[in-house]
């Protein structure tokens, strides 16, 4: 941990020449009053495509590809999430470009408004492909009323649209700051070397104060409810919610271990038996992402042929019955 409160993971593996940095800032959906849903995702599409002081517009972007990179973001409930993987020789600009994102992103008029027409893209093709239906829709259904957790990270048109160079420029300033960061660094590099170079380049940072949280639980619907959509899409496609525990909790890495053990690849016991063997199932898959507060959930995603849906939902019943 930085004097910054910068938290620093860093994990040395010489057997391939690559270096895989990835750092997030710990705020999410979770931070966003209702009329400003959807633009910490917003901001995460700011960041790598619309650019910083020293790299503007996709230049980031195209420097990644153009080595043979892989650059890459990502936006949950409580954390966003910015990814390169290079050639352990482009450390150093790895390193300068993930600075300029964390504190030194440029929002200018144009480019603002040009990005939400690509956010408004990812929210239309959302509705036509099943697997991001269903995440989208989901949480929409398991609390008696809105909460953080019930909304799509993804936010809506209007929220977006709403969104002002002002008010993200702000939500940025208060939330990407050192103390409410972690950086991680894997594969080809000497770690004292690295740790160095870190301290040089981020310690000098001030920690910032980030706002209080404006988080509030709200207790899921009891019982076992229901919601069907029918579309003609020739396949059916559906999801089991469950609560699962906060990540910080002595639960949640058992609860990993027995998400892996139901539905993790091929050999795992809801795989090998309900699409192997019984074939009732096309595909299954526990969707397990961690959360900061209370009331988050988790969901079984499963597609089938339509005849065999009921059949299907009632033997992972059986199966996670049999477990427990």
């Given at each position: ?7 620093v ?11 895989s ?6 705020v ?16 995460e599409?700011?960041?790598l495509?619309?650019?910083?002081d020293?790299?503007p517009?996709?230049?980031?972007g ?14 949950w409930?409580?954390w966003?999430v910015?990814?390169l ?5 482009d450390?150093?600009?790895?390193l ?26 990812e929210l239309?093709?959302g509705?036509?492909i ?8 989901i949480?929409?259904h398991?609390?008696?009323a809105?909460?953080?957790y019930?909304?799509?990270t993804?936010?809506?048109?209007e929220t ?14 208060d939330?990407y ?5 972690t950086l991680v660094?894997?594969?080809?590099f000497?770690?004292d070397d690295?740790?160095?170079r ?8 001030p920690?910032?104060?980030v ?14 409810n229901?919601?069907?959509e029918?579309?003609a899409v ?5 999801g089991?919610?469950?609560?699962s ?5 002595p639960?949640?890495?058992?609860y990993q ?11 795992s016991?809801l795989y090998?038996?309900?699409v192997t ?13 961690p959360?900061?507060?209370?009331g988050g ?12 849906t009921a ?7 059986h199966?996670l019955?049999?477990?427990?």
């Amino acid at each position: 941990v930085l004097d910054n409160g910068m938290r620093v993971i860093t994990v040395e593996n010489r057997n391939t020449p690559l270096v895989s940095a990835v750092w997030s800032a710990h705020v999410g959906d979770s931070a966003e009053p209702a009329d400003f849903a959807g633009n910490s995702h917003y901001l995460e599409h700011l960041l790598l495509f619309r650019g910083t002081d020293k790299y503007p517009q996709n230049q980031i972007g195209e420097w990644s590809s153009g080595r043979g990179g892989y650059f890459n973001g990502y936006t949950w409930y409580d954390w966003t999430v910015f990814v390169l993987v290079m050639a352990s020789s482009d450390l150093d600009g790895v390193l300068d470009r993930h600075e300029q994102m964390m504190f030194h992103g440029a929002f200018s008029g144009e480019d603002f408004e040009t990005e939400k027409k690509a956010v408004f893209e990812e929210l239309r093709s959302g509705l036509d492909i099943p697997s991001r239906y269903l995440s989208t829709s989901i949480p929409y259904h398991l609390y008696p009323a809105e909460t953080f957790y019930s909304r799509s990270t993804i936010g809506t048109i209007e929220t977006v649209q709403a969104a002002t160079v002002e008010r993200v420029s702000q939500y940025y300033k208060d939330y990407y700051v050192p103390s409410n960061m972690t950086l991680v660094v894997a594969g080809d590099f000497d770690t004292d070397d690295l740790l160095q170079r870190i301290e040089e380049r981020f310690g000098a940072y001030p920690a910032g104060d980030v706002p209080d949280s404006i988080y509030a639980p709200v207790p899921m619907k009891s019982g076992v409810n229901v919601v069907a959509e029918e579309r003609a899409v020739g396949k059916a496609y559906f999801g089991l919610a469950v609560e699962s525990p906060r990540a910080d909790s002595p639960e949640w890495f058992p609860y990993q271990l027995l998400a892996e053990y139901l539905s993790g690849g091929k050999t795992s016991l809801l795989y090998s038996t309900l699409v192997t063997e019984k074939q009732l199932l096309d595909e299954i898959a526990f969707n397990v992402w961690p959360r900061k507060y209370p009331g988050g959930y988790q969901y079984f995603y499963a597609e089938t042929e339509p005849n065999k849906t009921a059949t299907g939902i009632d033997a992972i019943w059986h199966a996670l019955a049999a477990v427990g």
